[in-house]
């Protein structure tokens, strides 16, 4: 037993009710130390503990005791023939195998030796039979266990059963992907624990819940601690999720305000609140009700201005104790931690359900530098264009495609988004735009390429100055045609960033 969590007062519950107690070395010592009578295996088994523990209970005497039929008569006198007593109850938790490996410093050596064979064997007997036996392998069932040995409970046995088939598989599942870490094989075996029910899914009607890998990093949702406000929905989890991946690409002080898994409003700033105030001013209407997520510790004078709006999530390292005073006068909002990493996130492979099956995919941690780019127009971009244009660049990956983004200087300014033709976003990013006070010298960013020379007409006609964008059409020359003709700069990257 490598969790010992309420192990003695549930194994006192079981002599109460009649059974003897069989047990190994570490979890038999303990046991005893609580002054309960505890039978060795090797009593049972007639054998010693051999290869340094790894052999303890695969042994006939174990398993015919628990995989003999308790109805079938040859089962039974097969079983009285050897002198075999029946095993009725079998209370097993693997070996911590995740939480070795999710040590840096443990070897394969160690790892390996943290592959429960005995434990998995003996369970999984156990949940074969489970018409007669109960298998136990959580100490969060050992009270209802105890409830159901007194009402003779078969359906929470079945119920026992199924958890242990989900456990040892998600167990197998680990150990397959620590050994082969090849990011595509052959069978791809997923294991997700539930982190919380939900309410609802993304309609009232759908029911839901949010699961979470053994292996989840440190920066994701599943790893955050909610500390004020209304548990989380389903479209909360998937907008916040979708917060979480822009803002951590920013080492600067940066906020990011999403809406519908697109951002509405990205600041950077000297400070937090400078960020914010850029992000908020990006957008005031669309970032009522949104998901704020900042990668800095949230100061008082954030947190005072972030209060006078309705906010549905906020998310950052850590609050001030002011400022989660302030903010946590409103009962709905949802504050949470989350650590941070602040900057490129290291390449991860990322799965998408589609009707049958699923999708997997490296994430797309692509970021362009000055050096990234082409310029294809005879007007060279200024210095502060190239850093506008490069900000742009960042943010329009997560943005759904046909993506359009107008910003200047660390600030989001319009943002067109899944338009099924580009020069619609173009239409909507610069309209939205061409609303705020700082506009003067902006410059966009597409996350394709243009296949008409429209959108760069459109967005000359509308005070463009530069323009970022992948290239690669055979109408290239088009657009450059057009950039040329209004004097607007134009580089590109030979990268696009489709995100549907």
Request: hydrophobic fraction near 45%; charged fraction near 20%.
């Amino acid at each position: 037993m490598s969790d010992k969590t309420g192990l003695q007062e549930f194994a006192a519950g079981l002599i109460d009710r009649g059974f003897e107690l069989v047990s190994t070395g570490g979890t038999k010592a303990t046991l005893e130390k609580a002054g309960l009578t505890v039978t060795a295996v090797e009593a049972v088994t007639g054998f010693p503990e051999m290869l340094d523990g790894r052999v303890k209970t695969l042994h006939p005497n174990i398993h015919a005791g628990i995989l003999a039929k308790r109805d079938e008569p040859t089962h039974m006198a097969a079983l009285k023939a050897r002198d075999i007593q029946p095993i009725d109850l079998v209370c097993v938790n693997l070996y911590p195998f995740a939480a070795t490996i999710a040590k840096p410093e443990t070897t394969r050596a160690e790892a390996i030796e943290q592959i429960d064979i005995g434990g998995p064997s003996a369970l999984r007997a156990a949940a074969k039979n489970a018409a007669s036996v109960w298998a136990v392998a959580d100490p969060a069932d050992y009270a209802r266990v105890l409830t159901g040995l007194d009402e003779d409970d078969a359906a929470l046995r079945t119920q026992l059963a199924a958890k242990v088939f989900q456990i040892t598989a998600a167990y197998d599942a680990q150990i397959a992907a620590y050994l082969d870490p090849e990011p595509f094989p052959q069978q791809f075996t997923p294991t997700f624990s539930k982190v919380q029910s939900l309410r609802y899914g993304e309609n009232s009607y759908q029911q839901a819940a949010f699961y979470g890998s053994p292996d989840a990093p440190a920066e994701s949702l599943v790893n955050a601690k909610q500390l004020h406000g209304k548990a989380l929905s389903f479209n909360n989890i998937r907008d916040a999720d979708a917060a979480l991946a822009m803002v951590n690409e920013y080492q600067e002080p940066t906020v990011v305000a999403v809406k519908h898994m697109n951002p509405c409003g990205i600041g950077q700033g000297a400070t937090i609140e400078a960020a914010w105030d850029k992000a908020y001013a990006a957008d005031p209407m669309s970032i009522f009700g949104g998901i704020i997520a900042l990668n800095r510790p949230v100061d008082l004078a954030t947190a005072e201005k972030m209060h006078a709006l309705f906010l549905e999530i906020i998310m950052a390292p850590s609050f001030d104790d002011d400022a989660f005073a302030v903010l946590a006068k409103k009962k709905n909002v949802r504050l949470l931690t989350i650590n941070l990493a602040g900057g490129p996130l290291p390449e991860r492979v990322e799965t998408v359900a589609v009707n049958g099956g699923v999708l997997r995919q490296t994430t797309d941690t692509k970021i362009e530098t000055a050096a990234d780019l082409t310029v294809v127009t005879k007007v060279q971009p200024t210095a502060d264009q190239i850093a506008s244009l490069l900000f742009a660049q960042q943010v329009v990956k997560h943005v759904k495609s046909n993506a359009i983004v107008v910003a200047k200087k660390g600030q989001t300014l319009g943002i067109g988004a899944g338009q099924m033709n580009r020069i619609g976003s173009v239409e909507i990013a610069l309209n939205e735009a061409q609303q705020n006070k700082h506009f003067a010298g902006a410059v966009m960013a597409s996350d394709a390429f243009f296949p008409m020379d429209d959108c760069v007409e459109y967005a000359a006609q509308h005070d463009i100055k530069a323009i970022i964008q992948p290239g690669g059409s055979i109408r290239d020359k088009d657009s450059i045609a057009m950039a040329d003709k209004y004097g607007i700069a134009m580089v590109t990257t030979g990268v696009r960033h489709f995100r549907h």
